[in-house]
């Protein structure tokens, strides 16, 4: 079964930092362009960092020099490292992996960034 699990969410103080793990279950995510997106209370959800299948990276610009996306194809596992944490980078935090035709999503981990 075709499957995202994405983990590694948690309670941490500003300036803090967290890493967060996708991992694959039969999707040969070598051929998607894979992502994280955060969806905040009351807003919509939006694109925080995309891998592309040639691993090029583009940013939210609010997360430009903070995050660090990166992948492993081998592992079937995208990671997005998170530092300098800022109580506005609350929310749930999802795994995505896009193609053409066919497009996956994780369950969602909870960041929350407060003192």
């Known amino acids: 079964q075709e499957q995202l699990v994405d983990s590694g969410g948690g309670l941490v103080q500003p300036g803090g930092s967290l890493r967060l793990s996708c991992k694959a279950f039969?999707?040969?995510?070598?051929?998607?362009?894979m992502a994280w997106y955060r969806q905040a209370p009351g807003k919509e959800r939006e694109l925080v960092a995309r891998?592309?299948?040639?691993?090029?990276?583009n940013y939210l610009d609010s997360v430009k020099g903070r995050f660090t996306i990166s992948r492993d194809n081998v592992m079937k596992m995208v990671f997005l490292q998170m530092d300098s944490l800022r109580p506005e980078d609350t929310a749930v935090y999802y795994c995505?992996?896009?193609?053409?035709?066919?497009?996956?999503w994780g369950e969602g981990t909870q960041v929350t960034v407060s003192s």
């Open positions: 995505n992996a896009a193609q053409s035709t066919m497009t996956y």
């Open positions: 891998i592309t299948r040639g691993s090029s990276t």
């Open positions: 039969g999707i040969p995510i070598r051929f998607y362009d």
